[in-house]
């Protein structure tokens, strides 16, 4: 992932503060995390790379699982270990992907909530709300990203795509 020169470079002084360890650590490797919303989804899907479709599978996968854990039907240390496959496939992603600037900052936008809400279900196995707000930083995914095996979401009854 290439970052913005300068823009990146102070978004990451400033959001580092801000950022759980592992995030922090990234930040300081040359990568910024954007602080602000999530981006609005691009006139055409972004393309993805074979680590970024890797990563994310793994995440969909571990958040699939862990729809259990808030139904009380998984114990802690399940959850726990979950989380933690969460975090293994965002380090994962920061380290291997490979994208151009815009993309590159619309996907920090999703990992670096979805890392900071991994970190506090592996502190806190108890805080399923952490599981929702992984949930919600991977939203804007399918529609930001061309990837297979997370189509767009199709707009609602009434509205229309620009």
Not at 51 to 56: A, I, N, S, V
Request: proline content about 10%; hydrophobic content about 50%.
């Amino acid at each position: 992932m290439r970052p913005y020169p300068v823009l990146l470079a102070v978004a990451a002084a400033l959001a580092a503060a801000a950022l759980p360890a592992t995030a922090q650590e990234h930040a300081h490797h040359g990568h910024a995390a954007p602080a602000a919303a999530p981006a609005p989804a691009p006139a055409q899907r972004w393309a993805t790379d074979a680590p970024l479709r890797e990563g994310m599978a793994r995440v969909r996968a571990a958040l699939s699982d862990l729809s259990h854990h808030e139904m009380g039907h998984m114990s802690d240390a399940q959850a726990r270990e979950f989380a933690v496959n969460v975090q293994d496939a965002v380090k994962y992603m920061f380290d291997h992907c490979k994208l151009a600037a815009e993309p590159d900052a619309a996907l920090h936008a999703i990992l670096v909530p979805l890392l900071a809400a991994a970190q506090r279900l592996d502190k806190d196995p108890a805080d399923k709300a952490a599981v929702a707000a992984m949930r919600d930083a991977v939203a804007p995914y399918p529609n930001q990203f061309d990837d297979p095996a997370w189509p767009a979401a199709k707009p609602a009854a009434g509205q229309h795509q620009h």
